[in-house]
């Protein structure tokens, strides 16, 4: 069975430019995560779905930081304009339902220069 | 004060040694307990559940102290494989997970 899947799996950007990214994650999981990982530190949540509605986005930085899952399957994570402190990975997350076991992807590596 | 603290390390440990993590956490409320492993530049995956009883799976325990707020990871027979950032995690009433800062672990022929 597949995994969570992202891409870009690497992205450079300069400062100021927008950036997506792009999850899929695993079939039949009602709940979407996107997560921040800085170096050295563990993930933090930026947003949480339950189908389509996004039920947990007090941490998502809504004047830069955009999501959206339409259909409730795929979303898409944006940063409109992107700065120097986006630099870290992007790790998406899905379960079957919340509270279940969280299943991660291998992450958006974002380096902003 | 973080939500859930861990030395970061790395703890650097011969093959076939034992070691053992510690993690604290600060709300006395949180509710479920587990230890995720991160291999570099890959996604945390689930390593262990933490019970109030405490758990074994082969050469991993897990323990839980309610009364001190911290869990434990014991890693018995050190392998090579076995290295690895161990991050620690814990739920409140609301099922939120909240991570650790993660410790690095180096295991060493």
């Known amino acids: 069975e597949a995994g969570v899947v992202q891409s870009p799996r690497y992205k450079i950007i300069e400062k100021k430019q927008p950036v997506a990214f792009w999850c899929n994650p695993i079939?039949?999981?009602?709940?979407l995560y996107w997560y921040l990982q800085n170096l050295g530190q563990g993930p933090e949540l930026l947003i949480r779905?339950?189908?389509?509605?996004?039920?947990?986005d007090s941490q998502l930085p809504k004047d830069r930081f955009s999501a959206e899952r339409l259909k409730g399957v795929d979303s898409t994570l944006k940063i409109q304009p992107a700065e120097l402190g986006d630099s870290a990975v992007y790790l998406c997350a899905s379960s079957l339902q919340y509270g279940n076991t969280i299943y991660f992807g291998e992450g958006s590596w974002l380096t902003v220069v | 004060r973080k939500e859930v603290e861990q030395d970061p390390g790395p703890f650097n440990v011969p093959e076939g040694a034992t070691v053992a993590f510690n993690c604290t956490y600060s709300?006395?409320?949180?509710?479920?307990f587990f230890w995720y492993r991160q291999d570099c530049r890959k996604e945390p995956k689930l390593l262990m559940s933490?019970?109030?009883s405490g758990n074994e799976d082969g050469r991993f325990t897990a323990q839980l102290n309610r009364a001190s707020q911290y869990i434990s990871l014991l890693i018995r027979d050190s392998k090579l494989s076995d290295s690895a950032t161990y991050l620690c995690v814990v739920t409140n009433a609301g099922n939120m997970l909240t991570f650790g800062g993660g410790t690095r672990l180096m295991v060493k022929p």
């Open positions: 709300n006395s409320a949180s509710q479920s």
């Open positions: 079939s039949g999981h009602n709940t």
């Open positions: 933490v019970y109030s």
């Open positions: 779905y339950e189908n389509e509605e996004a039920v947990d």
